[in-house]
């Protein structure tokens, strides 16, 4: 059954990439539009609708600024603050004003709200003393756009950045596209807007160029990209600036830059006015000062606590939480959840060589999800050891004082001695031998929370003496 299941997954998998690569090559999707594309995917590969975790870095917009800054490329003037009093001194070298901007790492930001009321995350000021006025409201206050949800995400910094006189804006982008199996640039004279509209409405209006990976971004492919796009006398500059930007994308292992707007201004020069930069999870080994950027307090909790313990995890929205060895499993065991009537709480991947100590982890994180009401342990045990699962869940339901059901079902390399941890922990555990079985009655579990909790009632389950005859018959749990 587990076989068919992963199977099933696998034909689903392969049509879903077929499907989004007909629609990336049909729309021409660029920057924000690929990965509105992308993330809905990956979570229809874990048998659920949600949104997954980003599987890439994100640095702030000033952060990019000063890395663009290190290739030679053109900025404005900028610094940024994290106070009103080191506002007030930042601010002191605009003469004229400068733009206050919020740094949350979201999209939307000048069309978004705070929660104190506040509208946009993007202000023009004229003095520095505008600037503290502005700012004060800012810091300190979540910023909900369109990209963070309800709760918004915390402004912990303002980026301050000179005013600048812009002639025309543009949109820049390089990124990874599976059609061309390698880097794209695109870049389109409609600047300064959502580039998901633009792809929608005049997918004519934006240029593609597919580079060869092996030879990299020349300096003539460069400047007839800034000649398509009417750059003029500024297209020379142009292309150095977006050749340097493609050797950033390139050595920093990037999966997408966008600049938006590239503006040319009225004296002729070209600038890199706004930035969002992803860089690859997969490549933190060798950029380890890079991934240092990182703000966890841009992410969801679970997923830094995960990413520390180094676990698969995504949250979703069901009632059972679920901790197995191996994706393909994984997805399994939330498909048999559902053809039981019940509903995942999470996808959870411990890997092939798990310690104590990370299960430990993983039931913290599956307990800190206050909508889960049982646990489903799904080991094989091929690479993993039974009795290494077995005695984190031992240890964990002991630590954590668990009183949440946990059902458990374990098969494979050494999973006698895990039978005899689990036989010997004096914990209600509830173990099945059959993955089938072990599904229906997590779901029974979890049906029975629900329904306690809808009549205001603590409910305690424990299996039955004669637990093994229920488990030829399929009767039901014993509740008390």
């Not at 999707?29 to 690929?34: F, H, K, M, S």
């Not at 659920?48 to 000063?66: C, D, F, K, M, S």
């Not at 596209?177 to 389109?188: H, I, M």
């Not at 994308?249 to 006015?273: H, K, M, Q, W, Y």
Request: proline share 3%.
């Amino acid at each position: 059954r587990e076989v068919n299941l992963k199977q099933n997954h696998l034909k689903e998998t392969s049509t879903i990439m077929a499907t989004r690569a007909a629609v990336l090559t049909s729309t021409r999707a660029i920057g924000g539009t690929l990965q509105a594309v992308t993330r809905p995917v990956a979570a229809r590969q874990v048998g659920v609708i949600g949104t997954a975790p980003v599987r890439w870095l994100n640095i702030h917009e000033y952060q990019a600024h000063n890395l663009m800054k290190k290739y030679g490329i053109n900025t404005p003037t900028s610094t940024v603050a994290d106070s009103p009093g080191s506002v007030a001194e930042a601010a002191g070298q605009f003469s004229d004003g400068c733009v206050v901007k919020a740094q949350v790492l979201a999209g939307g930001r000048g069309k978004g709200h705070f929660d104190n009321g506040l509208q946009g995350g993007v202000h023009v000021v004229g003095s520095a003393d505008e600037a503290v006025q502005m700012a004060s409201q800012m810091l300190g206050a979540n910023l909900i756009t369109k990209q963070t949800g309800a709760e918004g995400r915390p402004c912990n910094k303002v980026m301050l950045v000179e005013k600048v006189n812009i002639k025309k804006e543009f949109y820049l982008a390089i990124l990874m596209d599976r059609a061309s199996n390698g880097p794209v640039v695109l870049a389109s004279t409609e600047g300064g807007m959502d580039i998901e509209a633009v792809a929608a409405e005049t997918p004519d209006a934006i240029i593609t160029h597919p580079v060869d990976v092996t030879k990299g971004l020349s300096f003539e492919a460069a400047l007839g990209i800034a000649n398509d796009l009417g750059l003029g006398g500024a297209a020379p500059d142009a292309a150095d600036q977006i050749v340097n930007l493609y050797k950033l994308f390139l050595e920093n292992d990037a999966t997408s830059i966008e600049i938006n707007p590239l503006g040319l201004l009225d004296d002729g020069r070209v600038c890199f006015l706004d930035a969002k930069f992803n860089f690859d999870d997969n490549a933190q080994y060798r950029n380890k000062e890079l991934f240092e950027l990182r703000d966890s307090s841009q992410e969801n909790p679970l997923d830094v606590i995960a990413a520390a313990a180094d676990l698969n995890y995504i949250g979703l929205d069901g009632s059972i939480g679920c901790l197995v060895n191996g994706a393909g499993l994984a997805m399994a065991t939330m498909d048999i959840i559902k053809l039981h009537g019940g509903t995942p709480a999470n996808f959870l991947d411990v890997g092939g060589g798990a310690t104590t100590e990370q299960v430990q982890a993983a039931f913290e994180l599956i307990t800190s999800d206050p909508s889960v009401n049982c646990i489903f342990v799904n080991i094989f045990g091929g690479i993993m050891r039974c009795d290494v699962i077995a005695a984190g869940v031992i240890a964990a339901a002991r630590n954590l004082k668990l009183k949440i059901p946990v059902v458990v079902r374990l098969k494979g390399t050494r999973v006698e001695e895990a039978k005899v941890l689990l036989a010997n922990s004096e914990l209600d555990l509830i173990a099945c031998d059959d993955l089938d079985t072990a599904a229906g009655v997590a779901v029974k579990i979890s049906e029975i929370r629900n329904l306690a909790a809808e009549a205001n009632l603590d409910v305690k389950l424990r299996t039955s003496t004669d637990f093994d005859e229920w488990l030829k018959d399929h009767s039901m749990l014993t509740g008390l």
